[in-house]
C-alpha cells in the first residue's frame, strides 16, 4: 500500500476516503481536515481565545494538540469528576500534556467546588451518573470558559461521537435534540460562549492513530459508567455497517447537516435569562444545575 501524497510505504489506510498515507501526509491529512472545517465554519480565528475542554482522552488532547500546533490561543479545562481511578488518571494524563508544553490549564474538581462528587451527586439525586455527569459538564464548561475571558469553548466530539448521537436522537426522534446537534453553537446570549467541534468529521480510529503518531499520551480506559451505554451499542451497530460499506457514517451525517437540520427550527422559542441562584443563563426561573444540586442536598441534609 502506497502514500497518496509521496508513494512511500503507507502506514493507515483511509477507506472511506479511498486513500492511505504515510505517517506525515497523515498527520498533513488530520491537519487540513480541521483547519478546512474551522474555516468553513467560521470556529474561531486568530483574535480568538479558545478554551479546549480535555478530558485526558485521545481525541480532547489532540485537539488541544492541534489547535496549538495550528497557531491558535489556546487554553485548556479540565473537570475532575471524582470518578475514583479513571478521574485520578484523566487529570495526571491532562496535567502532564499541559505541563510538557508549557499551556495554561484550569481545574475545576466537582467535589471541591459544589461539594460532591459525581457518583455521590447521582446517588443523592437517583439519577445515572451519565446524565447528572453530562449536565454538570455542560454547565461549568460554559461557566470557566466565561470565567477565563475565553470566546471560544471547543470539544473533541469526533465524527462517530457524533453519529452515535444522531442515530440515537433520529431513533426516539429527539427533535428538540437534533436541532441543537451541530459543528457550532453560536453564542445566542452574553452569558453564553460559543461551542465548536472540530474534530466533528474525523473518526474515532483517525484520531486513535494521530495520537498514537505524535506521541501523545492519553487515558485509554473508558469511564466505568459508560460500560453498557446505548452510545457503545449504536457506534457498534454503525461500525458494522460501515466496515460492509465504507463512507457510510460520513454520508449519514453530513446528509444531516445539509438536508434535515437546516428544516429544523433550532431553540424552542423560549427566553433566555439569568438563574435566581447563580447567574447562569437559563430559561427558567431557576437553571438545572441548581436545581439538581438543590435536590441532592435535600436528600444528603434531610429537613428535621
Ligand atoms: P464525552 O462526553 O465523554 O464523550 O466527551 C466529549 C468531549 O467533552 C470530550 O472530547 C472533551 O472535549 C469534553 N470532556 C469530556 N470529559 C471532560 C472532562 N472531564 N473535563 C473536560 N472536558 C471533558
Ligand atoms: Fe461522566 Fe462517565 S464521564 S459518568
Ligand atoms: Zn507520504
Ligand atoms: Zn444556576
Wanted: hydrophobic share 40%; aromatic share 6%.
Amino acid at each position: 500500500m502506497r502514500c497518496l501524497k509521496c508513494k512511500g510505504t503507507a502506514q493507515i489506510e483511509l477507506r472511506q476516503h479511498h486513500a492511505a498515507y504515510c505517517r506525515d501526509h497523515f498527520l498533513d491529512f488530520v491537519r487540513s481536515q480541521v483547519q478546512r472545517s474551522i474555516e468553513r465554519l467560521k470556529m474561531c480565528d486568530a483574535a480568538d481565545t479558545v478554551m479546549v475542554a480535555v478530558s485526558g482522552g485521545k481525541d480532547s488532547l489532540s485537539l488541544w494538540d492541534l489547535l496549538h500546533g495550528l497557531g491558535y490561543r489556546t487554553s485548556g479545562l479540565h473537570i475532575q469528576l471524582g470518578i475514583g481511578d479513571y478521574s485520578r488518571e484523566s487529570r495526571e494524563k491532562t496535567a502532564a500534556f499541559a505541563q510538557e508544553r508549557e499551556l495554561p490549564l484550569t481545574v475545576v474538581s466537582v467535589e471541591e467546588e459544589y461539594g460532591a462528587s459525581i457518583p455521590v451527586l447521582a446517588r443523592a439525586v437517583r439519577r445515572e451518573p451519565c446524565s447528572a455527569c453530562g449536565l454538570s459538564k455542560r454547565y461549568i464548561m460554559n461557566r470557566a470558559a466565561l470565567e477565563a475571558g475565553a470566546t471560544v469553548l471547543a470539544t473533541g466530539h469526533n465524527l462517530d461521537d457524533e453519529v452515535a448521537t444522531l442515530y440515537g436522537n433520529v431513533m426516539h426522534w429527539q427533535t428538540g435534540y437534533l436541532a441543537r446537534q451541530a459543528p457550532v453553537l453560536p453564542a445566542t446570549h452574553p452569558g453564553l460562549v460559543k461551542k465548536v467541534k472540530p474534530l466533528h468529521l474525523l473518526t474515532e480510529r483517525e484520531m486513535a492513530s494521530y495520537a498514537l503518531l505524535r506521541g501523545i499520551d492519553y487515558i485509554v480506559e473508558e469511564c466505568p459508567h459508560a460500560q453498557g451505554a446505548k452510545s457503545l451499542l449504536y457506534k457498534d451497530a454503525l461500525n458494522l455497517v460501515e466496515a460492509q460499506s465504507p463512507g457510510t457514517k460520513q454520508q449519514f451525517y453530513q446528509g444531516f447537516l445539509e438536508r434535515l437540520r437546516p428544516l429544523l427550527k433550532d431553540g424552542d422559542g423560549a427566553q433566555l435569562r439569568e438563574c435566581e441562584r447563580c447567574g447562569q443563563v437559563t430559561t427558567g426561573a431557576v437553571c438545572s444545575f441548581c436545581s439538581l444540586w438543590d435536590r441532592a442536598r435535600l436528600v444528603r441534609q434531610p429537613v428535621p
